[in-house]
C-alpha cells in the first residue's frame, strides 16, 4: 500500500511540473493580454498610460533579445500588428507625445528576420537614453541661450 501511495505522488509530482512548465504566461510576456490592454488604452484615450505599456513593451522585447528568446519573433509580431492596425487611432490619441510616437515608430520598424529582429531589438534597449538625448538637444537648439 506504502508503494502505491508512493508512487501515486511521484506521477502526480510530475505531472504538476509537466503543467507549470506549459502554464499560460501573465502580464507582459502574455502578448494577447498587452495587445488587448493597449486596445483598451487607445480606445479611453489615455496616452500616458499607452506609454507607460509602451516602456514596458520596449524593455521585454529587449530582455527577450538580451536572452536570445525564440519568443521574440511571434511577441514582436503582433505588436506588429497591433500598431498597424490601430496606427491612426494611436496617432490620434498620442498627439505630439514624442516619446509615445517614438517608441511607435521603435517597434513597427523593427524587422521580421528573426537574427536581424534580435539585433535591432537589442538596440531598442537603449532608445530612452536616445530619445533623452534628442530632446537635451532640441530644447538646447530651440531655447535662446543666456
Request: proline share 3%; net charge negative.
Given at each position: 500500500?506504502?508503494?502505491?501511495f508512493?508512487?501515486f505522488?511521484?506521477?502526480?509530482?510530475?505531472?504538476?511540473?509537466?503543467?507549470c512548465?506549459?502554464a499560460?504566461k501573465t502580464?507582459?510576456?502574455n502578448?494577447?493580454?498587452v495587445v488587448?490592454?493597449?486596445?483598451?488604452?487607445?480606445?479611453?484615450?489615455?496616452a500616458?498610460?499607452?506609454?507607460?505599456?509602451?516602456?514596458?513593451v520596449?524593455d521585454?522585447?529587449?530582455?527577450?533579445?538580451a536572452?536570445?528568446?525564440?519568443?521574440?519573433?511571434?511577441y514582436?509580431?503582433?505588436i506588429?500588428?497591433f500598431?498597424?492596425?490601430?496606427?491612426e487611432k494611436?496617432t490620434?490619441?498620442l498627439g505630439d507625445?514624442?516619446?509615445?510616437?517614438?517608441?511607435?515608430?521603435?517597434?513597427?520598424?523593427?524587422?521580421d528576420?528573426?537574427?536581424?529582429?534580435k539585433e535591432?531589438?537589442t538596440?531598442?534597449?537603449?532608445?530612452?537614453?536616445?530619445v533623452?538625448?534628442?530632446q537635451?538637444?532640441?530644447e538646447?537648439t530651440?531655447?535662446?541661450?543666456?
Open positions: 500500500m506504502k508503494k502505491f508512493g508512487f505522488a511521484v506521477v502526480a509530482a510530475l505531472v504538476l511540473a509537466v503543467s512548465k506549459d499560460p502580464g507582459i510576456e502578448v494577447d493580454e488587448a490592454n493597449l486596445t483598451e488604452l487607445v480606445q479611453k484615450g489615455d500616458s498610460a499607452i506609454q507607460a505599456k509602451l516602456v514596458e520596449k521585454y522585447i529587449a530582455k527577450l533579445a536572452e536570445n528568446s525564440e519568443a521574440i519573433a511571434p514582436v509580431a503582433k506588429k500588428e500598431i498597424a492596425t490601430n496606427k494611436l490620434s490619441v507625445n514624442a516619446i509615445a510616437n517614438g517608441l511607435v515608430s521603435a517597434v513597427e520598424s523593427l524587422p528576420d528573426a537574427a536581424a529582429l535591432a531589438a538596440k531598442l534597449a537603449d532608445f530612452d537614453g536616445i533623452g538625448g534628442a537635451d538637444a532640441v538646447r530651440l531655447l535662446p541661450q543666456r
